[in-house]
């Protein structure tokens, strides 16, 4: 194991040994390499340069009490980028390539798997980039999928404690036709100035409404939204967010807790009767939500008075983090020993 400081590590960038890359050339996937060069050297009229076709992944490998390394559904992080490529037109990577991948990288890099103890994790990022010259608007005939992994700390400030969210209307993430559904860099891009503008106001997090009417919610910076009222948990149904995975094992797991899942719009007004509230994904797992600010509208709901996350929230928290450990017995079978 590396002597780094693995529970001060921020959400960021620390350099590992290996990362492992695939080119897609003449119509086929070729073999795996093992580089541990950090750079790539690509046509500057590569297609990922001028026309966004850049695709990406976030996953995570937890070192876990019994001593095993595992990484959690990493099937759907493949599915997901199956359709992100279908949706930006480059060739598939198959999720037998996906997995062993994923799986060469971790292992030639574990060393860099944070302790248990922690509470860090090794964040694995896969990309697929377009990198044939293309000058006219069209997809590459070449590509390029890599995966390096990161080890990282928690993505929001202080991990599982509440945050305040603001709705930023002056801006959309993406429309409701559009990217919003994959996981491409440009919608990364359509974020950053909202995402600027609600830390500059002292917010953790930028909230996006649905861009046509701005009357429901959608996501929340890189995360889902959900919220808890009556033993329900509800969570947006949108076609201008990312289909989360941590979202979608939340779902399953309120159910498998007897709870009420509800996926549908929810219109802004319906935050008032939320008795919790949270943002969900791979980098940010529970987030508890503290409040949302509507500045505009001049509006604020509260969800936790005490700055406390709430008790729910607090046990879907519990659960999941319990099964990406092996500390609860996996009976969906989303984790692979790697
Ligand atoms: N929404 C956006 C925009 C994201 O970038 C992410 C992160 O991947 C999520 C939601 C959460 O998705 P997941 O739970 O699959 O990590
Ligand atoms: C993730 O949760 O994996 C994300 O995509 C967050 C990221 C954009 C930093």
Redesign the pocket.
Known sequence: MKNLDWAKLP?GYVPTDYNVRCYYRDGKWGEIEVCSDEYIKMHMAATCLHYGQEAFE??KAYRCPDGKVRVFRMDENAARLQSTCRGILMPEVSTELFEEMVTKVVRLNQDYIPTYESGATL?IRPLLVGMSAQVGVHPASEYLFMIFVTPVGP?FKGGFATNPYVIIREYDRSAPLGTGIY?VGGN?AASLRANKMAHDLGYACEFYLDAKEKKYMDECG??NFFGIKNNTYVTPKSTSILPSITNKSLMQLAEDMGMTVERRQIPEEELATFEEAGAC????VISPISKIDDLEGHKSYVFSEDGKPGPISTKLYNKLRNIQYGIEPDVHGWTKVV
């Open positions: 959400f976030g996953l964040y993505y996981k990364y890189a995360a994904g791979t980098a940010a």
